[in-house]
């Protein structure tokens, strides 16, 4: 069992920047990749970023290539979502989440355990 906790979100204006945290507990952290996803009103769960087990690969999805950066610290068994230049189409709550896998691969799938989710709100 993989407990997250995910914080950092927000009220921020267009082009301003947010840091979010995924804070693990339970089975080892460096055991599992991990991605973050977020959902906007009315729309699916889409995924953003994934960083694999070791952090030493990450993936993005196109709509925040260049503008998000995510990344892990096995020390604090914790990851982030650097979130720069931030426009009002990336409001929507943020998940962290884990799976049993080594890889980033960009995918929904197999994502065993999610956080809570984080709302991100960006004023145009």
């Known amino acids: 069992q993989v407990q997250l906790v995910e914080s950092g979100g927000g009220l921020v204006q267009a082009g301003g920047s947010l840091r979010l945290s995924c804070a693990a507990s339970g089975r080892t952290f460096s055991w599992y990749a991990m991605g973050w996803f977020r959902q906007a009103p009315g729309k699916e769960r889409e995924i953003v970023a994934a960083i694999s087990r070791s952090g030493g690969n990450t993936n993005y999805a196109e709509s925040v290539k260049g503008r998000f950066t995510i990344s892990r610290d096995s020390a604090k068994n914790t990851v982030y979502l650097q979130m720069n230049s931030l426009k009002a189409e990336d409001t929507a709550v943020y998940y962290c989440?884990?799976?049993?896998?080594?890889?980033?691969?960009?995918?929904?799938?197999?994502?065993?355990?999610w956080g809570q989710g984080t709302q991100v709100t960006v004023s145009s």
């Open positions: 989440a884990a799976r049993f896998e080594y890889d980033a691969t960009l995918t929904r799938y197999d994502y065993k355990y």
